[in-house]
């Protein structure tokens, strides 16, 4: 993602969490670890927090993309013949990639399932 992209997502951050500073160091310890995410993918985990048991915490950016797939491996991706689409949360992948993703993903989905029924 672009700096103005990492900008606007420590801005909406901040929305959420009104003690969330975003001071000069803040920002670049945030931009090594979400430089090479896309946008997006950043967002919807985010989100993904927002909505979750946990989100009186403040997000962590090790935490936001823990389950993302880089942007030059998913370019690498788009080149390779082996890959598939998770069903549970449609993102592609490699094959390899997907055996660790699954068990993860799996956990995701039956957390979100568990949230929505007991809405
Ligand atoms: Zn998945």
Redesign the pocket.
């Given at each position: 993602m672009t700096f103005e992209q990492l900008k606007e997502i420590l801005t909406n951050i901040k929305a959420h969490y009104q003690n969330f500073a975003i001071y000069d160091y803040v920002v670049k310890e945030w931009y090594k670890v979400l430089k090479d995410y896309e946008f997006d993918d950043v967002m919807e985990s985010l989100v993904d927090h927002l909505t979750s048991d946990n989100s009186n915490e403040l997000p962590k950016a090790y935490q936001l993309v823990k389950?993302l797939t880089p942007e030059d491996l998913k370019k690498e991706c788009e080149s390779n013949r082996y890959i598939v689409s998770?069903?549970?949360?449609?993102?592609w992948m490699s094959l390899a990639e997907f055996d660790k993703?699954?068990d993860?993903?799996?956990h995701?989905?039956g957390r979100k399932f568990k949230n929505t029924k007991s809405v």
């Open positions: 389950y998770c069903n549970l949360c449609d993102r993703h699954y993860k993903c799996l995701e989905f």
